[in-house]
């Protein structure tokens, strides 16, 4: 199974690497997002870095649904579908795969959107490891979650209209986790105020983990 | 246009109403109108048992029970609230996640399973939303707002829109099996939230008060007149909907019956203009003449 994750995901880092979709499309619109939350607030700092965890969170939200769809539309042709269950690879490595091509996207975005939030916001980082960490099991969930999303609406026609809808309130206690954590990890936050909602985070990766391993199989035969 | 009723012919010999909708086929339905009489009555028992409870519920709610000591009248929208909740959150949703467990499981997938999850989801959506609106209600004398960002309610909205994409999901035109596959998976990824749901309570510690009757201890918070009329509540709502459930069921298994009704007539419609002959007038109510 490890081995098929690598496979897996080796082929989608590759194919990105080659495209550079993620590159110069979804950390591109990261960043535009991130400008046109600041324009909404106005320009006085006060508001942005209050409300600058949140903000970062909300673009990542936005930005994964668009990886997911990336992730699923490289497939989408040439019946590479049908070759891939066709392959004889482990379906939950094919899931751990593309999770880990997702993960690995999405955090190289998270660092761009927080230079941005500290550069454009004026938001100070007080505690980096609990920042970091938030970021990686927060990425975990989303990358999962997507990617069992995507597969489900794989095969749909309204695929691009479907998707977000379906995943956007799935991980909405991303959302919530990681804004707190950020919130107590920013300058004037208090550390200990985030142990509940990293219990949250590895509760909802672990679930969506799970669940993509042992359902993912089944999912790529139905649709 | 032509009503369609429930087909009161013998039932086919084998198909008792143990196992309904046995065969994962669309053309099974003789059979089950024939077991919608039996269901019809049942719908009325259980529509006329689930009125007089909440009839009763209303009687005791608004006149018997004696204004909250704190609350005063306002405690009355208790016997209503928890009630719902229960219903959407847990009865309808964990029915929809069982359901659709049933269909994925390749010893028992049969479209019972299919149809009944999406009755549940239906049913469970509107009292999801009365679920939100009964606690705004309250919510607002007690708390002073409409809405809070309590993670209770923030969740049971959040489960509101998940079961709200199942069913955008649902609409989607696809083959049966491969809709009622889709959706099953669906369901059972937001039923996973309801844990969440559940136990947010006691993990965030925010706004929302803590479970009244089965907390921790087993011990109710609440007594005499006011403790029976929410029970009533509870077994009154759940009344009602198991007779929502069995109402939609039963206009499920109808309209896929309409759906392949349609489709047969088209087809002979089509065969029809082949031969040379003309298309007979008034035949739009296909399923109709079908069942004929």
């Not at chain 1, 990886?67 to 590479?80: L, P």
């Not at chain 2, 009355?76 to 069982?98: D, E, K, N, S, T």
């Not at chain 2, 809070?148 to 069913?167: E, I, K, M, N, S």
């Not at chain 2, 309209?255 to 002959?277: K, P, S």
């Amino acid at each position: 199974m490890w081995r098929d994750t690598l496979l897996i995901a080796g082929k989608d880092l590759r194919i990105e690497s080659r495209s550079r979709v993620a590159l110069s499309q979804v950390i591109p619109f990261g960043v535009v997002a991130l400008a046109l939350f600041a324009f909404a607030l106005g320009p006085a700092r006060g508001p942005m870095v209050k409300g600058a965890p949140g903000l970062f969170w909300v673009a990542v939200l936005f930005c994964t649904v668009l990886a997911v769809q990336r992730s699923v539309s490289v497939e989408s042709g040439d019946g590479a579908r049908d070759g891939l269950r066709l392959s004889g690879l482990d379906p939950a490595g094919q899931f751990l795969g593309k999770s880990l091509s997702v993960a690995a996207q999405l955090v190289v975005l998270e660092a761009v959107l927080a230079v941005g939030v500290v550069l454009l916001y004026g938001a100070r980082i007080e505690t980096y490891w609990v920042i970091v960490a938030s970021c990686l099991l927060g990425t975990a969930g989303l990358a999962a979650a997507g990617v069992l999303y995507g597969a489900l609406s794989a095969g749909l026609r309204v695929r691009e209209t479907i998707l977000p809808f379906l995943l956007l309130p799935v991980v909405s206690p991303v959302l919530l986790a990681g804004t707190r954590i950020w919130q107590a990890g920013l300058s004037g936050g208090t550390v200990s105020d985030a142990t509940p909602w990293f219990h949250l985070l590895i509760a909802f990766d672990a679930v969506y983990l799970a669940l993509g391993v042992v359902v993912y199989g089944p999912i790529q035969e139905s649709t | 246009m032509t009503t369609i009723t429930p087909d009161t012919s013998p039932t086919t010999p084998g198909a008792g109403p143990s196992t309904p909708d046995a065969e994962p086929t669309r053309s099974a339905l003789p059979t089950s109108l024939a077991q919608s009489t039996r269901m019809v009555w049942t719908t009325r028992i259980v529509g006329l048992t689930a009125a007089v409870s909440v009839g009763f519920t209303v009687w005791l709610g608004l006149w018997v029970t004696p204004p909250d000591k704190v609350q005063g009248d306002l405690v009355r929208l208790v016997y209503i609230h928890p009630g719902v909740a229960w219903v959407a959150l847990y009865l309808a949703f964990g029915l929809a996640a069982v359901s659709s467990l049933l269909y994925l499981w390749p010893r028992t997938r049969s479209f019972f399973w299919d149809r009944l999850a999406a009755a549940a989801v239906e049913v469970g959506v509107v009292f999801n939303i009365c679920t939100l609106i009964s606690g705004s209600i309250w919510g607002r004398p007690t708390w002073g707002v409409w809405w809070a960002w309590d993670a209770r309610l923030t969740l049971t909205a959040v489960l509101l829109v998940l079961f709200l994409g199942y069913l955008a999901l649902r609409r989607i035109p696809a083959e049966p099996e491969v809709r009622a596959k889709r959706c099953a998976f669906a369901a059972l990824f937001a039923a996973v939230d309801i844990p969440l749901v559940h136990f947010s309570v006691d993990w965030w510690k925010t706004l929302h008060q803590g479970a009244t009757v089965l907390n921790a201890n087993l011990s109710p918070t609440i007594h005499g007149s006011m403790a029976w009329t929410l029970l009533l509540g509870f077994i009154a709502l759940t009344l009602v909907f198991v007779w929502m459930l069995l109402v939609r069921y039963r206009i499920g298994v109808l309209e896929d019956f309409l759906g392949t009704g349609e489709l047969e007539v088209a087809i002979l419609e089509r065969q029809a203009e082949g031969a040379g002959a003309t298309p007979t007038a008034g035949s739009g109510d296909g399923a109709a003449e079908v069942a004929r």
